[in-house]
């Protein structure tokens, strides 16, 4: 099952770029008006299902874009749909939109990528889920973040579903990384245990999948991962414990744009592992994206951990969780994902497929979904559906 890493495994050649115009902190959001007319006066407001409107952060968004014309598409679900997408494409037409603004989470900033790049494309939507390459150009997108955990505020990516066929697919072009984002850690306060938690241990799958891989001098990109990981292990359990500590939800924001924006990532190939098999899980069941990645991630980690892979759980065991030393590097590797089980737990995260009504009925179609459109044979240990299938066992 373990393919044997070859010995020079060294940094790509990358190109880094950091588009998007980041302004962070409280009240940032004062500088709306003037980043929205940029781009014109027709606006389309993309949010999901209303907690924008029991924040107030709706109300402050109307006062502050009193003089341009705002047409609104709400409902945005998490796990966003297809369907909302050609609604909000419709919308843009029919308005002749100059810019998106998208208010929320990754999913409503998601839907707002591809509704932005539908715009210029005469077929179907989907097409530019399923072929990345048919994106060209892009409506400009603004964000304003209310959750701490894609970083899609700061990327080019964007996943989509499609229920009736049970598909959830990720897209991406360098067109549709937003021009600018607001991020007000205070914006985080009214989030659900649940999502706080489950934002975090995504951020912390990205670095994940950035972190294990196959490439073994990218010392600068593992050290940022490291110093990520480390804050979210910080910081979640105070941010559960005290909604309103500043400090901690600020960190945990800055966290998730920076775990997926290139910066622990780039120069070491391969394909992701999690993810692809999450994805699965909400495209059958419409689970949770980050409660996937929480009861995914330690069992994949069992799975793969073997003579080949053992040393780089070492290093995260010591440098990440700071446990002692030890010469028994499997006993060491095995402390680590513990500690990763035990801290998604003690999060609030329920930690079995069992727990949220999820049994075996899917698992072989599943498997064969995400070992192909993962391309998990080029991962940092490669698997294969039956590997797929394991794993999924081993969360039960
Ligand atoms: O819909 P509303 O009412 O706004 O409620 C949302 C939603 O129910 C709620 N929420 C968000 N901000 C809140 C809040 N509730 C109270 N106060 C706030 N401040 O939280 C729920 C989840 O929101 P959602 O946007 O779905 O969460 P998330 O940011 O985790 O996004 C998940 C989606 O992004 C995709 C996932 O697969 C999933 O579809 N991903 C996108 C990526 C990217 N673009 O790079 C990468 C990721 O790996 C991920 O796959
Ligand atoms: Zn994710």
């Not at 020079?8 to 998007?20: G, L």
Request: negative net charge; contains cysteine.
């Amino acid at each position: 099952m373990f393919a044997h890493f070859k010995e020079e495994e060294k940094m790509d050649n990358f190109k880094f770029n950091a588009y998007t115009e980041m302004l962070f902190g409280k009240g940032e959001i004062a500088k709306l008006p003037e980043v929205v007319q940029r781009y014109g006066k027709n606006v389309l407001l993309v949010y999901g299902g209303g907690s924008i409107k029991k924040s107030g952060i709706y109300d402050a968004v109307q006062n502050l874009l009193k003089d341009v014309n705002i047409i609104e598409l709400s409902g945005v679900e998490p796990n966003p749909r297809i369907e909302t997408v050609r609604r909000g494409v419709e919308l843009c037409r029919e308005n002749k939109i100059d810019v998106v603004l998208a208010v929320g989470g990754g999913s409503t900033i998601d839907c707002s990528k591809v509704i932005a790049a539908a715009y210029y494309y005469d077929g179907d939507s989907w097409d530019l889920v399923t072929t990345p390459s048919k994106i060209g150009k892009v409506l400009p997108i603004v964000t304003i973040l209310t959750m701490a955990a894609t970083g899609s505020e700061m990327n080019k990516n964007a996943v989509i579903s499609k229920m009736d066929t049970n598909e959830k697919l990720g897209t991406a072009s360098n067109n549709m990384i937003p021009q600018t984002s607001i991020l007000d850690p205070e914006y985080l306060y009214t989030l659900p245990e649940i999502q706080t938690a489950a934002g975090c241990a995504d951020i912390m799958s990205h670095v994940f999948e950035a972190y294990f891989k196959k490439t073994t001098d990218a010392f600068v990109q593992d050290k940022f991962s490291e110093g990520l990981l480390e804050t979210c292990i910080k910081y979640c359990p105070i941010a559960l414990k005290e909604p309103t500590n500043y400090e901690a939800r600020a960190n945990i924001m800055w966290a998730s744009s920076m775990a997926l924006n290139g910066l622990t990532g780039s120069g070491k190939p391969g394909a992701w592992t999690c993810h692809p098999i999450e994805h699965e899980l909400s495209a059958f069941y419409d689970i949770t994206h980050g409660v996937g990645l929480a009861i995914l991630t330690p069992r994949w980690m069992r799975y793969i951990l073997s003579e080949t892979t053992v040393d780089k759980f070492v290093d995260y065991a010591i440098n990440v969780w700071h446990l002692e030393p030890n010469d028994d590097k499997f006993a060491l590797a095995n402390a680590a994902i513990d500690a990763t089980e035990k801290f998604f737990k003690d999060c609030g995260i329920p930690m079995t497929l069992s727990e949220i009504g999820i049994d075996k009925a899917n698992f072989e179609k599943m498997a064969k979904a995400a070992a192909l459109h993962g391309g998990l044979s080029e991962a940092y240990v490669s698997l294969n559906e039956e590997d797929v299938y394991k794993i999924l066992e081993m969360c039960l």
